[in-house]
């Protein structure tokens, strides 16, 4: 027999908290793994350009001095990018919840006006 726990009730609580749960971990999974920019200097001015480095693991970012066919100066988190995805995580968990809301509204008023 399935388990119950996964199996929305009346007022979609159980769904509502494993949503909660998934925004929860992606945020989480975000910022274990953000993504890193590297920072170069050009030597002509004072002007300092930026490149992506793609994602990598918090506790082990790209090192400043490994092998690449630019000179890196320093490697940072883009925080431009985290921000973003944060932001579209929680959107998404927020339409998905207010489509839930409007739907189980609406079902309710159709069934109203059945009776």
């Given at each position: 027999?399935?388990?119950?726990?996964f199996v929305?009730?009346?007022?979609?609580?159980?769904?509502?908290?494993?949503?909660?749960?998934?925004?929860?971990?992606?945020?989480?999974?975000?910022?274990?793994?953000?993504?890193?920019?590297?920072?170069?200097?050009?030597?002509?001015?004072?002007?300092?350009?930026?490149?992506?480095?793609?994602?990598?693991?918090?506790?082990?970012?790209?090192?400043?001095?490994?092998?690449?066919?630019?000179?890196?100066?320093?490697?940072?988190?883009?925080?431009?990018?985290?921000?973003?995805?944060?932001?579209?995580?929680?959107?998404?968990?927020?339409?998905?919840?207010?489509?839930?809301?409007?739907?189980?509204?609406?079902?309710?008023?159709?069934?109203?006006?059945?009776s």
């Amino acid at each position: 027999m399935p388990s119950t726990a996964f199996v929305a009730s009346k007022d979609g609580k159980p769904m509502r908290k494993i949503l909660l749960l998934v925004i929860i971990a992606g945020i989480v999974a975000c910022c274990l793994f953000p993504p890193w920019v590297s920072i170069k200097a050009l030597p002509s001015s004072n002007i300092k350009a930026t490149y992506p480095e793609g994602y990598g693991p918090l506790w082990s970012p790209p090192s400043p001095d490994g092998p690449s066919y630019r000179t890196r100066v320093a490697v940072s988190v883009d925080a431009q990018r985290l921000s973003i995805q944060i932001g579209l995580l929680a959107f998404i968990g927020m339409c998905v919840t207010g489509w839930r809301y409007i739907w189980q509204a609406n079902k309710k008023t159709a069934t109203d006006e059945r009776s």
